[in-house]
């Protein structure tokens, strides 16, 4: 199965040249490596002209966040029928930066829905913002899940992907181990069984949270997960190319 790698460039770079340039590397570089699928998901003003500038079949493409109202008196907001139409297949929900700035799970709840009911893939993601030994992290995880998931029907179940991304990891220098992401992977399947059966066990999870060319590799074949999101390092033209030839052969 080919390993999926969500390249989230997040508020970069900071023109469409330089995303050009970017783009053109990111088509190089998924040329390299024909068991890993690319969402290349760069700011929302230039979606739409990569997209329409793109005739292959390697790359698909994804919006960095969408509202969950289909249109309205959202000033500021993407839509996702707008981001659809622009030539999204997936939409990210809940990252870590959206839940700082003051979305909460309720909110993802209705993205998760709305996404699937325009026929979108959502990317939930998760993830603590600090971690102890009583573990009450795990509460918070199983949380996020619990109500972000609400309103998925277990047939449209296999259609979203969560990714984990420790917040305390996310910029850091060092990523979280392959083995307690391990550990978190079994936790995240068995809070989806316990949600949606067996069925829970069909949905991919992704790690991020620091990852590059020295760690992606070494995650992918011990942390149990199917794919990386990947955040600074997917903006950076040389550490994606370090990035994708790492994990090129696994």
Same mark, same amino acid.
């Given at each position: 199965?080919?390993?999926?790698?969500?390249?989230?460039?997040?508020?970069?770079?900071?023109?469409?040249?330089?995303?050009?340039?970017?783009?053109?590397?990111?088509?190089?570089?998924?040329?390299?490596?024909?068991?890993?699928?690319?969402?290349?998901?760069?700011?929302?003003?230039?979606?739409?002209?990569?997209?329409?500038?793109?005739?292959?079949?390697?790359?698909?493409?994804?919006?960095?966040?969408?509202?969950?109202?289909?249109?309205?008196?959202?000033?500021?907001?993407?839509?996702?029928?707008?981001?659809?139409?622009?030539?999204?297949?997936?939409?990210?929900?809940?990252?870590a930066e959206r839940r700082a700035m003051g979305e909460i799970n309720d909110?993802?709840?209705?993205?998760?829905?709305?996404?699937?009911?325009?026929?979108?893939?959502?990317?939930?993601? !998760?993830?603590? +913002?600090?971690?102890?030994?009583? $573990? =009450?992290?795990?509460?918070? @995880? /199983?949380?996020?899940?619990?109500?972000?998931?609400?309103?998925?029907?277990?047939?449209?179940?296999?259609?979203?992907?969560?990714?984990?991304?420790?917040?305390?990891?996310?910029?850091?220098?060092?990523?979280?181990?392959?083995?307690?992401?391990?550990?978190?992977?079994?936790? !995240?399947?068995? +809070?989806?069984?316990?949600?949606? $059966? =067996?069925?829970?066990?069909? @949905? /991919?999870?992704?790690?991020?949270?620091?990852?590059?060319?020295?760690?992606?590799?070494?995650?992918?074949?011990?942390?149990?997960?199917?794919?990386?999101?990947?955040?600074?390092?997917?903006?950076?033209?040389?550490?994606?190319?370090?990035?994708?030839?790492?994990?090129?052969?696994?």
């Amino acid at each position: 199965m080919k390993s999926l790698l969500v390249a989230n460039w997040k508020m970069n770079p900071p023109t469409f040249v330089e995303a050009k340039k970017l783009f053109e590397v990111t088509k190089k570089v998924a040329d390299l490596a024909k068991n890993v699928s690319i969402v290349v998901v760069p700011p929302t003003i230039f979606l739409r002209e990569l997209r329409t500038s793109y005739r292959g079949k390697r790359l698909a493409f994804g919006i960095q966040n969408a509202h969950a109202e289909p249109k309205g008196s959202f000033t500021g907001e993407t839509s996702m029928v707008q981001a659809k139409n622009a030539g999204a297949t997936y939409v990210i929900i809940g990252h870590a930066e959206r839940r700082a700035m003051g979305e909460i799970n309720d909110d993802t709840r209705k993205k998760v829905a709305a996404a699937l009911s325009f026929s979108l893939l959502p990317i939930l993601c !998760i993830g603590e +913002t600090t971690r102890t030994h009583e $573990g =009450e992290y795990l509460d918070v @995880v /199983k949380n996020q899940l619990k109500i972000g998931l609400a309103d998925v029907l277990v047939a449209k179940l296999p259609r979203v992907t969560i990714a984990y991304e420790p917040v305390w990891a996310i910029g850091a220098d060092v990523a979280m181990s392959p083995h307690d992401m391990h550990g978190m992977a079994i936790f !995240i399947r068995k +809070t989806l069984v316990e949600l949606y $059966g =067996e069925k829970g066990m069909t @949905v /991919k999870i992704l790690y991020g949270g620091a990852i590059d060319g020295t760690n992606a590799s070494d995650m992918l074949m011990h942390g149990d997960v199917a794919g990386l999101l990947v955040g600074r390092a997917s903006a950076d033209p040389e550490k994606l190319t370090a990035l994708v030839r790492s994990i090129k052969n696994l």
